[in-house]
T-cell receptor
Framework: GQSLEQPSEVTAVEGAIVQINCTYQ??????LSWYQQHDGGAPTFLSY????GLEETGRFSSFLSRSDSYGYLLLQELQMKDSASYFC???????????????FGGGTRVLVKP | EAGVVQSPRYKIIEKKQPVAFWCNPI?????LYWYRQNLGQGPELLIR????????DSQLPKDRFSAERLKGVDSTLKIQPAELGDSAVYLC???????????FGPGTRLTVL
């Protein structure tokens, strides 16, 4: 089975930088995804890392270390609208070639204060 | 482009009653997923379809849950009978081919009294 751990909650002020860590234990691994979900809203895709290293997309960056079974999402120049839950998710290696199965972590609730 | 559409958005039922959720994925997306999300937790996969075939239903409680995806487009998830523990948000998502990105609908919030 898959097991993912991430902090339950992080609080920061506008303009700050927040790093959300995700550690995983899996029997196999294709890649690590990150999703954002506002209260009452749908999860939306942020990033996917299949290889080690840092992927940057605007204010958000995602990092992966396969050897450490670890990744993180970096939120820079925090804005009030970034207050949401952030989920890491492992792509399941048992999935068939077409489509993919994700196993989600419990989520990190980020609260941005003025 | 329209996103994933789900209905109803909210449903309140008494325990032991049946309930059904409907999902219309993004046009052209061959893969469709149903997830259940409990409060304060991440989504958990219930079933995954490739076109009209259910390729992964290992986490679907088959004694009371059923799903179908006729013609490989719309899908319906049914619970009969509902139990108190079924209260959750039921999310539908879709993706195209081997894409790493899944597109989620707004979900149906089910409350079982």
């Amino acid at each position: 089975g898959q097991s993912l751990e991430q902090p339950s909650e992080v609080t920061a002020v506008e303009g700050a930088i927040v790093q959300i860590n995700c550690t995983y234990q899996t029997s196999g691994f294709y890649g690590l995804s990150w999703y954002q979900q506002h209260d009452g809203g749908a999860p939306t895709f942020l990033s996917y890392n299949a290889l080690d290293g840092l992927e940057e997309t605007g204010r958000f960056s995602s990092f992966l270390s396969r050897s450490d079974s670890y990744g993180y999402l970096l939120l820079q120049e925090l804005q009030m609208k970034d207050s949401a839950s952030y989920f890491c998710a492992v792509r399941d290696p048992d999935a068939q070639a077409a489509g993919n199965k994700l196993t989600f972590g419990g989520g990190t609730r980020v609260l941005v204060k003025p | 482009e329209a996103g994933v559409v789900q209905s109803p958005r909210y449903k309140i039922i008494e325990k032991k009653q049946p309930v059904a959720f409907w999902c219309n994925p993004i046009s052209g997306h061959n893969t469709l997923y149903w997830y259940r999300q409990n409060l304060g937790q991440g989504p958990e996969l219930l079933i995954r379809y490739e076109n009209e075939e259910a390729v992964d239903d290992s986490q679907l409680p088959k004694d009371r849950f059923s799903a179908e995806r006729l013609k490989g487009v719309d899908s319906t998830l049914k619970i009969q009978p509902a139990e108190l523990g079924d209260s959750a948000v039921y999310l539908c998502a879709s993706s195209f081919g081997d894409s790493n990105e899944q597109f989620f609908g707004p979900g149906t919030r089910l409350t079982v009294l």
